[in-house]
């Protein structure tokens, strides 16, 4: 009997610790990102991202399962380079030669051969058309998710890209366009060029530049199509803790707020952290007018709330100025489409350093 | 000669080698009760004697004498190839030879100096061309001449404004007759005055054969132009009726920008006669993110920024007349100076520091362009930092977000312009011009 009633307030109490523990991994996760900006702790993609993505996996994430995944494939790119003679021949070549292996591991089939003589496929990472925002499942967008489906967006792709580099010893920087993020790489001969995952296209500026939701001012300001710091990707990971943290059933408007402007912080043009606290903040409104019993429309009559709403329009106009421009979510897969149709017309011709040599 | 030389290599090696065995004997040790030995008389004097020497005592074989001797002529062809290194480096002439002996450099040089004169903050683009435009022809132009000729087309417009009925303190209005005045055919009855469109000139439109092919003088004589002189005409012009534009960059070409009272931008193509939007430049397909960011392109040039890009074509004049010489440094630092990222500048610094290297490299017997020779240069530190400043020149052009452009290219796009969509677009452009200055005419 005692032992009855001790397993069921173990039991219990189990209840009562996973709904703390929530907000618990996410201070954790939070401290973790922070420190790395601040340089207290060194600065690590791959732990920001796992850490961001087993906050919200209720700190179920299986570490050992992910870290012997990309081993592999840091491995598979060690002997897709070893196995291979690139036509280029400019000084930065091994490092040229590490991008194009890393790439084959994401884009292309690859034949093994073991020791006995048994042949293996390595097939390409595919891009998701399915709820490619998360909306009904957030987890699409994690490294954890393409790990074990091989499956992944613009989202998960290029961020395992990156961290699958760094392991590899070269770096890859991130860049943003509307909805989107790329990888750009620079080299001796060609400068900086982008590399399209979801494709595995060279797709020249102009593709993005065309897609007519980025306003020439967006791009002067830096707020996409720049090369990412890793302190900048850094503050995406950030932005990424707050949007799944949005995703549970309760959570605290400070703890986004306070994510937002940690990453602002270091990404001070950073557009989705810009908007991740108007919207908060606009959700701030609602409570506290709902707890008057009224709604928006009431907005302008409580200084407490007009106070929020001018900073609001404040933020927004400043967001405005910085040269974004909302891109429907539709318009976004026609846009990502558009560059294996119009492949004749966005592909970089020039990045021809990936060609093998035959001889 | 030269196995006379090896002998007396092997025996000064030997010699060498007698002394280092000689300076290994360990120096004697205080002596103290312990260590106290008996002393035999041969102790601190080398078994061998000199009347021996011509070979080490441990008489080796054959192959390893041979070996050692190899490692030591190969060191001393190193030794001897850096003695002569650092001989040559004496001798070696790191500046480009000058063109100042040639009489007709003396214009430039005097037009130099006028134009440090300049304010750049506030200054005539009429005069400045003049200038560099009148370098080129040896001080022969006339400025009164050339001058009377910008003042009766401004008068010209402001007659026409006026008879159209435009606002004349309207920017708006004055960018529009000027535009009009390079692409149509402008008529005054009362006076019977007639002024056709500027023609575009296919022709060695780089000004490759003829540089002066680029002049805005050239221009005014023949009525056709390039993507150079015709923006240039324009700001000239505007300058004189008191309208304000500026001059924009994008890939292999520069053309006008300006705003009306709403902020509104308008970029002005005026090799076509056309108003184009930012997607019509974007599709050249040579504009880079980092180009917009660094603005490089597509970016309204402020006035220092227009006088930096004055004094890299004033540079360019001289380096197609003469070639490349310290003058030509000279100049595109002040244009640096003036605009640190002006791409015309920065592309000229890297042509000029290429050339520099390679004349630097050949004095030394190394071909620059062979990737195996090019090692050699290690031996002489100063060419090295030569090398060293031509890569950062380079990684600075790409990080400004420079892509070359072929001529053909450049064409292609040219041509598409005209396509009918884009005509389309340019013609309801023009259409709302005339909405917007008939408002103000009726106000």
Redesign the interface.
């Known amino acids: 009997m005692r032992k009855l009633l001790l397993l069921l307030f173990l039991i219990f109490n189990c209840f009562v610790l996973s709904a703390q523990n929530n907000q618990y991994l996410y201070d954790e996760a939070f401290t973790t990102l922070s420190e790395m900006l601040e340089e207290k702790r060194p600065l690590n993609f791959k732990k920001a991202v796992f850490t961001v993505e087993n906050a919200y996996l209720d700190g179920l994430l299986d570490t050992t399962f992910l870290n012997k995944k990309i081993n592999f494939l840091k491995n598979l790119s060690i002997q897709v380079r070893q196995n291979r003679n690139l036509e280029y021949q400019e000084k930065d070549k091994i490092k040229v030669e590490k991008y194009a292996s890393l790439f084959a591991v994401m884009k292309d089939s690859l034949l093994m051969i073991n020791q006995n003589n048994v042949k293996y496929i390595h097939l390409p990472f595919n891009y998701d058309f399915e709820d490619v925002f998360g909306h009904k499942d957030w987890s699409k967008m994690f490294v954890s998710n393409l790990l074990a489906t091989n499956k992944g967006n613009c989202h998960s792709i290029p961020y395992l890209y990156k961290i699958v580099a760094e392991e590899i010893g070269v770096n890859a920087n991130l860049a943003l366009a509307p909805n989107h993020i790329y990888i750009k790489h620079r080299n001796v001969k060609n400068g900086w060029y982008n590399t399209e995952l979801t494709s595995g296209i060279f797709p020249i500026d102009a593709w993005i530049m065309a897609s007519g939701y980025v306003h020439l001012d967006a791009i002067r300001n830096g707020v996409y199509m720049k090369a990412l710091t890793d302190k900048e990707s850094i503050a995406l990971c950030l932005v990424d803790l707050a949007q799944g943290y949005q995703k549970h059933e309760f959570y605290d408007l400070e703890f986004v707020i306070e994510c937002a402007n940690k990453a602002l912080e270091y990404f001070p043009n950073y557009v989705n952290a810009m908007i991740l606290k108007t919207e908060a903040k606009g959700k701030k409104i609602e409570n506290i007018l709902f707890s008057y019993n009224t709604d928006f429309r009431s907005v302008r009559k409580y200084p407490k709330t007009y106070a929020i709403f001018k900073e609001i329009e404040k933020e927004l106009a400043i967001i405005h100025k910085l040269g974004y421009r909302q891109m429907p979510e539709e318009m976004y897969l026609d846009w990502l489409v558009s560059l294996k149709e119009e492949k004749q017309k966005y592909a970089n011709k020039k990045i021809n350093t990936f060609n093998i040599k035959t001889n | 000669m030269r196995t006379e030389l090896k002998k007396l290599h092997l025996t000064l090696l030997c010699g060498l080698i007698w002394s280092l065995t000689f300076s290994q004997v360990k120096l004697p040790k205080t002596p103290t009760v312990s260590n106290l030995k008996v002393v035999t008389p041969n102790l601190g004097i080398p078994k061998n004697t000199l009347s021996k020497t011509n070979f080490p005592i441990s008489q080796p074989n054959g192959m390893s004498v041979y070996k050692q001797d190899r490692k030591r002529v190969v060191q001393q062809q190193n030794e001897l190839k850096q003695i002569y290194a650092e001989l040559k480096a004496d001798r070696i002439n790191y500046s480009l030879a000058s063109y100042s002996n040639i009489e007709s450099t003396r214009h430039y040089r005097n037009a130099f100096d006028q134009l440090t004169e300049i304010n750049a903050g506030n200054f005539s683009v009429k005069e400045a061309t003049f200038i560099i435009e009148n370098a080129f022809f040896e001080e022969k132009m006339d400025y009164s001449e050339f001058e009377k000729v910008v003042k009766q087309t401004g008068d010209f417009l402001r007659e026409k404004m006026d008879e159209l009925g435009y606002d004349q303190n309207r920017n708006l209005a004055k960018n529009f007759m000027l535009f009009q005045f390079f692409s149509d055919t402008l008529q005054i009855k009362s006076k019977n005055l007639k002024h056709l469109p500027f023609k575009y000139d296919f022709e060695d439109y780089l000004g490759i054969k003829d540089w002066s092919k680029m002049f805005v003088s050239k221009l005014l004589a023949t009525g056709k132009g390039q993507c150079n002189s015709l923006p240039r005409l324009y700001l000239i012009l505007a300058e004189e009726i008191g309208a304000e534009a500026f001059l924009s960059l994008s890939p292999n070409h520069s053309y006008i920008k300006f705003k009306d009272e709403e902020e509104n931008w308008y970029n002005v193509e005026l090799t076509n006669g056309m108003f184009t939007t ?2 019509m430049i ?4 040579f ?4 180009a ?2 660094s ?1 490089i392109y ?2 309204q040039m402020t006035e220092k920024q227009l006088l930096s890009q004055l004094y890299s074509d004033f540079a360019q004049g001289y380096a197609r007349k003469f070639g490349y010489d310290p003058f030509v440094k000279k100049v595109i630092d002040k244009a640096l100076k003036l605009y640190p990222n002006s791409i015309t500048a920065n592309m000229m610094n890297s042509s000029y520091l290429t050339i520099q290297f390679e004349y630097v490299a050949k004095q030394v017997g190394i071909n620059p362009r062979n990737r195996k020779d090019l090692q050699n240069i290690r031996n002489f530190p100063n060419i090295v930092k030569l090398l060293n400043n031509v890569n950062a020149q380079y990684n600075k052009v ?1 990080d400004l ?3 070359f452009m072929s001529a053909e290219a450049y064409q292609n796009w040219l041509a598409s312009l005209k396509e009918t969509k884009q005509k389309q677009d340019s013609e309801n452009m023009k259409q709302q011009f005339n909405i917007k200055l008939k408002k103000t005419f009726k106000n």
């Open positions: 930012e997607s974007l599709q050249s397909g504009i880079k993110s980092e917009l960011q603005g597509m970016q790409d977000g420079f892509e």
